[in-house]
């Protein structure tokens, strides 16, 4: 019976396939792992035995229903498969907001791409494009926002001013 | 023959704004705030670089953008305040409330938008910052044993 210590660099799961070919005689695995906001965590991972077809395969067994999974989520620090503790994606939860439409798609888009595994995907080139093209948007998208508060900003004060202005007694 | 030249009369349209003013005014503003937002996000992007021990160029690149996010929300969080103490002076004329209302929940949702990307964004660089620890190739390999 061996006790392996592992560290998985992907954000908020625990995946099988990181860490194969693994020995017969691992019987769990002491995960360093990132929690979804990048927040590091430790916790302890056994395996379970699944039927596959052609013969029986090791798997990862959830923490809370033991049944056998290739991939764990990490949940608030601890762990947990999907079937107990689903996740919806950024997009799945925010695509009616009417500012995913806009910027918060791309910052999505770029922050999967920098915290994703492999080097490929960390082109600061592109990064950089992205980022100087969605900063120039949201300058934009403020700078009409704050048009159309100034100008109904000074239509109201006109009204303030006026109506006021009926108010004030004449001067003796 | 030189006709006497008329009496000055105060100009009525003197001291109120003309379009043109008006649009002048407003480009000026715009300037105004762009130059003092460049000004603030580089200062805060500065700040945050320094913290994070210099970073790669993935991380710097979040941080300007997440400071850039920030000093937005900012602003946009002084105009809501104002807005706001224009919706209390105007709170007995019910009339001219619903242009001001509607623009206070677009400053709203923007606000939100903005604060939740900054925090999106700083989570990121945290994220790639502990990615990196945990990679550092000085600790022991990939896999090793314990017991």
Known sequence: MTRFEARSLRPGEVRLADFLPLADDVVAIAVTALDKDGIVVTGSVEFALKWASTGWQRQFACPICLLPCRTIGIHDGFFACQRCMPRRTAHQRRKNQSNWVGNDAVVDRIVRALTKLGSANRQPQCIKAATRQLASRSISMVDALLSSVVHICKELDNVIEEDLSNFIPDPP | ?147
Request: aromatic fraction near 2%.
């Open chain 2, 1 to 147: 023959m030189n006709w006497p030249a008329p009496p000055r009369t105060p100009n009525p349209t003197a001291n109120k704004r003309t379009p043109q003013a008006s649009d002048d005014a407003l480009h000026q503003l715009k300037a105004g705030w762009r130059a003092e937002h460049k000004k603030r996000s580089t200062e805060l992007a500065d700040e945050l670089i320094k913290d994070s021990d210099g970073g790669r160029a993935d991380e710097r690149a979040v941080l300007r953008l997440a400071a850039q996010d920030t000093v937005l929300s900012e602003l946009v969080s002084d105009v809501q305040a104002q807005v706001g103490r224009r919706l209390e002076a105007l709170l007995d004329y019910p009339e001219h409330l619903p242009p001001l209302t509607r623009c206070l929940n677009d400053l709203t949702t923007s606000r939100n938008a903005l604060t939740r990307r900054a925090t999106d964004l700083l989570l990121a660089a945290g994220t790639l910052r502990n990615q990196r620890k945990l990679a550092n190739p000085r600790q022991v390999g990939h896999l090793r044993v314990v017991a």
